[in-house]
């Protein structure tokens, strides 16, 4: 069985077996130098006989939750880790630097989540103790790893079965250690003998498990460079099609993928430590028109059944039932109970509901500031909820430097889109909040729930004590979704020219402005968006997502306004950035283009410009600017 050792430093004798690390860190057996949290994914697929996870940091702690459930994931069987902790006993009442992550770059103590934490370390009876006995001294795993490869009877019947079933799309899912990946190269190094097989994923270095396997006979595409051959037709659909961790791509890339080629196998990791949520296994299904079959695997390859250090994980991550409270022997106050239990519903609900959850919402959600949370009940249980920051009531200076493009604090994400991207600035002056998440559970979805949130937040925000201008909300752009939010009252004010990485979709803002100064916001935000938005590079692509919503009107105004005349300014004085200037420089050209001949490129869409490119337009404007009066 494998084990968690907290190692207590609290009168710092540990130097001699781990240097002292500023920003944290991850040690390996044999490792020279420690690995930072934020490289832990390349760990994924190895295996290691112990591991220590160095939290200490300068002035406090730093617990990064998915780095920590992913070195877990690598510990041997009998295996144990490490947790290098300053003062376990007061870690609740310690700073926790992880929080600049999550806390829009403050750092704060976390004491929900450490109750938590302690009672969990607690229930399952691991040690801790203030000596490390020095584990760089334990047995190399490297015989372990070269031993012969042995199929559990699940992989045996999937590699026997899944060629010859019927379905075209077929979803590998497993916890982590039960060989999916391997089961995967051997799959595909099968299929090859009589068929075009190729591979996808993330990246290519998250396959070392599928290259090894497969013998690296099996051609590997970007996801992105391989959609964009699916679209112009420049790839056989004649083909075996292999996703690795399909979870981690979006939704509209796997759509495409699926629909195109003959066969496609998806393989993804079921609570994931990276944190993907349970939407995935639940919304795929329902955008596919082909036959699916579904394949799992439980028996665990790295550790024995009922592992005490995976049920730990699990149970941290809240992806298995558990309950705050139970067997507690510290001390713990009827509402804080409540209040981390609640913490802990609300997350499961996001987790069920959309398709990327992360433990650091759940940090966020137990000790973040500037939070709200918004329930539905219903017989005494939660089916869905809101999940809202404050935002806003910033300075005029800083205003003014995020509208140049000189800061960019952490934080307040759509009121600095608006203010920097849609050259409004009061966005960021007034004060607002943003709804994060809203969560339905599924089988309550599509009855109005969703709806019946949203008026109650308006209702319970235009009531507030703290005084509010309007809310926000940004989301993956599809016609459904704008319709949703369109009828609940929100006006549409900006959409991203870029792709969201982790949708698929274009992201829309919209607001509902709650006071009359974000009612004047909201019609100046809403006439500045459609007014700019028909000569914007991304025009036909979104607006296919928009072409049966009779409410929205595009202007395509060209004549050029005191704000373009700002931000053109702005613009060759050397501050605000081209993103943000795009449609007041096509403006500019269609104001006189046999003079700003130079500038005819911002009549046609051309996706990236050089560094060099800008600063030519730059040296344009300014040239003309000193030529008219505005």
């Not at 997502?545 to 373009?564: G, I, S, Y």
Request: hydrophobic share 40%; proline share 5%.
């Amino acid at each position: 069985m494998r084990k968690l050792v907290i190692v207590n430093d609290q009168n710092k004798k540990l130097v001699q077996y781990v240097p002292k690390f500023v920003s944290s860190g991850i040690y390996l057996p044999s490792a020279i130098y420690p690995i930072h949290f934020s490289n832990a994914k390349s760990l994924l697929g190895n295996e290691y006989p112990f591991a220590i996870y160095d939290m200490r940091a300068e002035n406090g702690v730093n617990f990064n939750l998915e780095a920590f459930g992913i070195l877990a994931g690598t510990i041997q069987e009998n295996g144990t880790l490490y947790l290098l902790c300053p003062d376990w006993e007061n870690i609740e009442n310690i700073i926790d630097l992880d929080s600049l992550r999550w806390n829009d770059g403050k750092a704060v103590t976390a004491p929900n989540f450490y109750h938590y934490f302690k009672q969990l370390v607690t229930q399952y009876q691991f040690e801790s103790r203030g000596e490390l006995h020095s584990p760089f001294s334990y047995p190399s795993s490297k015989d372990e790893c070269n031993s012969p490869l042995r199929l559990t009877n699940e992989q045996q019947k999937i590699l026997k079965n899944l060629p010859l079933d019927n379905p075209d799309i077929h979803l590998i899912t497993a916890p982590r250690g039960r060989g999916k990946s391997t089961l995967a190269g051997l799959l595909a190094t099968e299929l090859t003998q009589q068929h075009n097989v190729l591979i996808t994923a993330r990246s290519l270095s998250a396959l070392p498990s599928f290259w090894r396997s497969a013998e690296q006979k099996i051609p590997f595409f970007a996801p992105d460079h391989l959609t964009e051959l699916v679209k112009s037709k420049k790839i056989s659909p004649n083909q075996w099609l292999f996703i690795d961790e399909a979870a981690s791509l979006p939704l509209p890339i796997l759509h495409t993928l699926c629909a195109y080629f003959e066969k496609v196998v998806l393989t993804t990791t079921t609570q994931n430590y990276e944190g993907t949520g349970r939407g995935f296994e639940l919304k795929l299904p329902k955008m596919l028109n082909k036959l699916f079959k579904h394949w799992t695997l439980s028996q665990p390859l790295r550790w024995g059944e009922n592992d005490p250090l995976e049920h730990f994980i699990n149970d941290l991550l809240l992806l298995n039932g558990y309950t705050v409270g139970e067997n507690c022997n510290f001390p713990l106050q009827s509402v804080e109970v409540a209040l981390i239990q609640r913490r802990i519903e609300f997350y499961r609900l996001l987790a069920n509901a959309h398709y990327k959850t992360t433990p650091t919402d759940l940090r966020r959600l137990f000790d973040g500031e500037n939070q709200i949370l918004l329930q539905e009940i219903e017989n005494d249980q939660l089916i869905g909820g809101i999940w809202a920051m404050l935002e806003g009531g910033l300075s005029e200076e800083l205003t003014h430097a995020i509208w140049l493009g000189e800061r960019r604090p952490q934080g307040n994400l759509v009121a600095q889109y608006l203010c920097f991207q849609g050259n409004l600035p009061e966005a960021c002056k007034l004060h607002s909040v943003r709804i994060s998440r809203i969560a339905v559970k599924p089988e309550k979805q599509n009855q109005g729930v969703g709806k019946r949130l949203i008026s109650r937040f308006i209702l319970q925000n235009s009531s507030a004590k703290r005084p509010l201008d309007f809310i926000s909300v940004s989301f993956g752009l599809t016609a459904p979704l704008y319709t949703f939010w369109q009828s609940c009252g929100f006006d549409l004010v900006q959409i991203t020219p870029n792709k969201e990485a982790s949708s698929g979709y274009h992201s829309a803002m919209m607001i509902y402005p709650l006071s009359e100064k974000g009612k004047q916001f909201a019609q100046q935000a809403t006439q500045a968006f459609a007014r700019d938005f028909a000569f914007q590079l991304f025009f036909d692509d979104v607006y296919e997502e928009l072409q049966n919503v009779e409410q929205f009107r595009p202007l395509a105004e060209k004549n050029l306004a005191d704000r373009d005349w700002q931000n053109l300014t702005a613009f060759a004085n050397g501050k605000r950035a081209l993103s943000a200037v795009y449609v007041s420089l096509k403006r500019l050209y269609f104001s006189n283009p046999e003079k700003l001949i130079s500038l005819a490129v911002f009549s046609k869409n051309k996706q990236k410009r050089s560094k060099a490119e800008t600063e030519k337009y730059r040296q344009i404007v300014q040239t003309y600017l000193k030529t008219v009066n505005h």
